[in-house]
């Protein structure tokens, strides 16, 4: 019997792993931190009164100055506030403001660390689900999971949809005159209130399969005053009711449907021969050596917890994946009936597709 050799181990390289796994297990604490003290106040009181001690900064914000303390050393660890020893004073650099509090920023990321914290918190379900084969649905997740996906891609489509990626698919002028939308798994009708305020001419349809999400943007609509040009159902994707509609819209939600083929066959059937889907997916590329980065690791991740289980828990369960890229994506709309297909725009964060008949 041949014995295989034990491979030799290089010890630095081994430590240097070592480090690396302290510091991931430093950056998944983090992200607990970053929702804490978004929820606390921490960040929006350090931008507007400059450089505060742990005591100053627990009396800004009614909070205890034991908790202040360690979360300032544990964002001054992390380089995501600075320190200075001889004042010990705590400042959280304009830049770093930016994007932990203004709200109007694309580069407003809360969101992203509050849907992280909320599908963290849920992967315990995962295990069993992968050796079942199974899913975990979108329903079945909690409150920081569909408040964070909100908040984390509301900004960018504030900063993009009516001034680029509208314009880009040719249907900005159109919107302006009256036309007619879907919005396809709308969640919180971020998206479909925004062009709602945007276009006041234009009817828009919203329809999401979560009927809390729908509860939530039906109030969304009130709120924004554009309740009187939005309607709201809770309806699968392959289900949504409605025709010949100019536009219909997918916002971040195609690969999480079980059945992605089954409602781009609806859309076609739905839209108008001169019309336009807009689909607005994560930044991919089609192969997995394009998208070994940061941001693709951070969606690998999602869809390993969120998105994935989310499609297999639905009727089909193609699963298609966060990272599917655009030939996947042109694959199924040309299996749908589609003719045309283009990458319209692109962020850092995603990538906008426009498709005709």
Known sequence: MTETAAPSIDTER??????RAVDEVGATLNAALVVVGDELGYYRALAER???TAAELAVATGTDVHYAREWLNAQAAGSIVEYEPG????TLPAEHAVALTDESSPAYLPGLFQIAVGTVADAGRIPDAARRGTGVGWHEHNRDVHLGCERFFRPGY????VEEWLPAVGLADRLRVGASVADVGCGHGSSTVLMAQAFPASRFHGSDYHEDSIEVAR???VEASVADRVTFEAAPA???TGSDFDLVTTFDALHDMGDPLGAARHVYQVLADDGTWMIVEPMAGDRVEDNLNPIGRTYYGFSTLLCTPASLSQDVGLALGTQAGPSRIRELTEAAGFKQFRTA???PFNRVMEVRK
């Open 50 to 52: 400059g450089g505060l």
């Open 87 to 90: 004042s010990a004073r705590y």
């Open 238 to 240: 392959d289900g949504f």
């Open 219 to 221: 109030a969304r609509a």
């Open 345 to 347: 725009a692109e962020t």
């Open 158 to 161: 504030n900063a993009h949809l």
């Open 14 to 19: 081994l430590m240097s792993f070592v480090f």
